[in-house]
Structure formats: C-alpha cells, structure tokens
C-alpha cells in the first residue's frame, strides 16, 4: 500500500510517499511544496492545488494521511493553513483517493507512545521505523513521512 503523508501549511507543504507492506515501511520520496510569500493567496493556493495534483498523478497513492487542524495557538497563521489544506482535500477527492486524518498528538502518541513528545523523538521514531540514518531537512517533511507511518501503524 502506498501512503501519501501529507503536513499542509500555506507556505510550505510537506509530503511524502510511504509504501507499507503490511510489516515495514519503505520511503519511496519526500519533498516540499513551498510557495512564496510575495503572491497573492489565491495564487498561492492554485500553487498547491497543482504541485498536489501532479504528486498524486506521478505516484499513484492508494490512500492518504493528512495532519488534522483541531487547534493553532498562532491565529493569524490557522486561516491561510485551512485554506491550503482544503485545496489538498479537494485533490485527493477529485482523485478518488481515501483520506485519513491525524492530529499532531495523535501522530506522536502512535510513533512514539506518549502524546506530547518532542521533535526529536519523533523524529528518533521516524528514523527507527525507515530503518535509515538520516531524514530530510525539512521539519516539514518529516512530520509528512510521522504522518503516513502513523496510518500504517493505525491500520494493523
């Protein structure tokens, strides 16, 4: 089963393609999609609806796995988030793919067993549960990569 992780935000979106066997997860590819604060939101957002769309038509995923906003302590960054994640949803949708969603407590209590968890044992997790040394750079991608392993953790 391929799983496509998805961490959504408006200036930087982290995905990445997670195949699980039923056993083990395999890192098939991981990226960004960054997009720049001098446009206009709405263009921005047809930024990511696009990169999303051709994502999903390069790699073909079977299911995703979405980080769930449920609450933001910085209020003027929750809108623009929402915006970018529903232009997500509604790629995933029009593609047919099924949607799983996960909030950032939810993620960390299934990698690492305690809900309130640190990035660096997540990311300690994540490096255990690829089997690899090093992860990408950026946070973002790698809560993506924290995202998909919780849905194949999730669906044992």
Avoid: W
Avoid at 50 to 64: G, R
Avoid at 113 to 125: I, L, N, S, T, W
């Amino acid at each position: 089963m391929k799983i496509l992780g998805i961490d959504p935000g408006m200036a930087i979106v982290g995905y990445s393609i997670v195949e699980f066997d039923g056993s083990m997860c395999k890192l098939l590819h991981s990226g960004s999609i960054q997009t720049s604060k001098k446009s206009k939101e709405g263009a921005r957002l047809l930024e990511i609806f696009n990169d999303m769309k051709t994502i999903v038509e390069m790699y073909k995923p079977d299911i995703a796995s979405i980080e769930k906003l449920f609450f933001f302590r910085n209020q003027t960054t929750v809108m623009p988030v929402a915006h970018a994640r529903g232009v997500i949803l509604t790629v995933l949708e029009m593609s047919g793919i099924p949607v799983f969603e996960y909030t950032p407590m939810e993620v960390k209590q299934v990698l690492t067993g305690y809900g309130r968890a640190d990035k660096k044992e997540v990311e300690q997790m994540v490096k255990i549960s690829l089997g690899v040394e090093k992860l990408p750079k950026l946070d973002d991608t790698v809560d993506s990569i924290a995202i998909a392993i919780c849905h194949s953790r999730s669906v044992r």
